[in-house]
């Protein structure tokens, strides 16, 4: 562990979302684990008018509701309370940058957190530039002898043009060190252990290459329609709310070489060079490698839910893809021709994340005995990220009895049996992450322009091409029938979840 440094957090957005049902929650267990360094102040800032004690009251209730550790005793609270401030104004007022300077200079003093802040852009992402560079203009960044950084929520541009434009903001003010640009697959457990799983166990690594792979399939499956965010989500569409950010990560884990050593840019550079690998998309191909789709009324849990046009915020004839579906092709000498297929939706049947390695079968067919009617099943190796956390292995085992069947069984390691208790949120390890200046898990600026490189042919295709018929699948259901076929042509199945 880094030496804990003492630190003042200033959380841009501080009445919305996710400041309530993540951010705080996540700095409440750190606090209550005893691992957040000690002096410290987080400061809300926001449009509405509220006191310190009324923002502490707020958050109370928050962490009631959404934190994974409830306060043991009501002293304890209290302290993290007392650590707790609130600063009112709006984002493009200097007055406000001239009062949280203020504000900060007095805590530093009267606390003793030692003049290091991280700041935290959790605001609508329209006022990130405004933000980093009134924070540029102001003293803030400049006057104190501590480490200044800052987290910068997704979505990260919503193209490559407007994500460079956001980068030159960011990198005009600090330095690429400073900035922590967050993705909070990253800090799951199952995500991080992808690493693990490769990288300090001797038997898989031989394995994990076009020899023995034949192809990968990563789903993200959510049974969640877009809930409160219509008017976000009409705007970004799957392929930019998971693909561009969490799905894409996912794939550069399972595919990137080893690092030199586990050090963020050592880890970062060998994940920008998977994205370098993808064979660019032709424009002309866009239909034949993505598969889009939107969710119509349905049935999930026995209970109708309504089709996406009618969710709030959402236009009655909106084009915005609520499923999307792809095949990469990553071409390096570990992966030529091992296609990654990836897919999520939301209003699928269940909430599944999963990565699918699945081998190829054995060269020669040696128990001929066996009902050919049968198939054997490729051996698969399923990383389940969520819910139901694990890794299974399957693999083909003789059905007890005098005749020579062979079923697919399952060794299966399950987070739960093994290590007990509930996970850390993904937001408690990242933002530890960034208090003790360690960006491994978090995106790198080139990083994010490749990701929406690999992307922007589909964006362009789709935003060029005429309106898709939409809807084309049932809430509660697996997706469009497209999706299906498209993967069959090549030969293959999504597995079932
Ligand atoms: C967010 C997306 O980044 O990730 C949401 O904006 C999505 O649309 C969410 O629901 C999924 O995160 P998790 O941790 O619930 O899998």
């Not at 693909?243 to 550079?269: G, K, T, Y």
């Not at 992966?335 to 081998?359: C, D, H, N």
Request: proline letters at 8%.
């Amino acid at each position: 562990m880094p030496a804990d440094e003492p630190f003042a957090l200033v959380i841009f957005g501080a009445s919305g979302d996710l400041t309530k049902r993540k951010l705080v929650p996540a700095l409440w267990s750190l606090f209550q684990g005893r691992v957040l360094p000690e002096p410290f102040v987080a400061i809300g800032v926001a449009r509405s008018a509220m006191s310190h004690d009324d923002f502490r009251h707020r958050m109370r209730e928050a962490v009631a509701e959404f934190a994974r550790v409830q306060p043991p005793a009501p002293h304890v609270w209290d302290r993290f309370a007392s650590c707790l401030y609130y600063c009112p104004g709006v984002t493009d007022d200097p007055a406000l940058y001239e009062r949280l300077g203020a504000l900060l200079r007095q805590l530093e003093t009267d606390k003793g957190t030692g003049g290091n802040r991280l700041f935290y852009c959790a605001t609508p992402p329209s006022l990130y530039p405004e933000i980093v560079t009134r924070l540029g203009a102001s003293r803030i960044q400049r006057e104190t002898k501590g480490w200044v950084r800052i987290i910068i929520e997704k979505p990260f541009g919503r193209d490559r043009a407007s994500a460079a434009e956001l980068n030159r903001v960011v990198s005009g003010v600090f330095a690429e060190d400073q900035v922590y640009r967050i993705d909070h697959y990253l800090g799951k457990e199952t995500v991080q252990n992808i690493l693990v799983f490769r990288f300090a166990n001797g038997i898989f690594e031989p394995l994990w290459n076009r020899n023995h792979v034949n192809h990968v399939q990563i789903t993200v499956a959510e049974s969640l329609g877009v809930e409160a965010r219509g008017a976000y989500y009409e705007e970004a569409g799957a392929l930019r709310d998971m693909i561009q950010n969490h799905i894409l990560q996912l794939l550069c884990l399972v595919a990137m070489e080893p690092p030199v050593s586990f050090d963020a840019d050592p880890v970062r550079d060998e994940k920008s060079k998977v994205l370098r690998a993808i064979r660019p998309i032709p424009p002309e191909e866009v239909d034949h490698v993505v598969v889009r789709g939107q969710y119509g009324p349905g049935f999930l849990d026995g209970q109708r839910v309504p089709g996406y046009r009618s969710e709030k915020g959402v236009a009655p004839d909106s084009a915005t893809e609520t499923f999307a579906a792809l095949r990469l092709s990553v071409d390096n000498f570990r992966w030529a021709g091992v296609p990654f297929y990836l897919r999520t939706g939301k209003r699928m049947p269940k909430r599944a994340s999963e990565i699918a390695i699945q081998f190829w079968g054995t060269p020669h067919l040696l128990f001929r005995r066996h009902d050919p009617a049968e198939r054997i099943e490729p051996n698969i190796l399923v990383l389940r990220i969520q819910p139901d956390e694990g890794i299974a292995l399957t693999f083909g085992a003789k059905l007890p009895g005098p005749e020579l069947n062979i079923r697919p069984v399952t060794m299966d390691f399950r987070y739960g049996a093994s290590f007990g208790g509930e996970p850390p949120e993904a937001y408690e390890r990242l933002l530890l992450d960034a208090i003790h200046g360690d960006a491994t898990l978090y995106a790198r600026a080139d990083w994010v322009d490749l990701a929406w490189e690999v992307l922007t042919p589909v964006l362009e295709a789709w935003g060029a091409g005429p309106a898709p018929k939409f809807p084309n699948y049932e809430a509660g259901t697996w997706g469009p029938a497209e999706a299906d076929a498209f993967i069959e042509d090549d030969g293959r199945r999504w597995r079932p979840l």
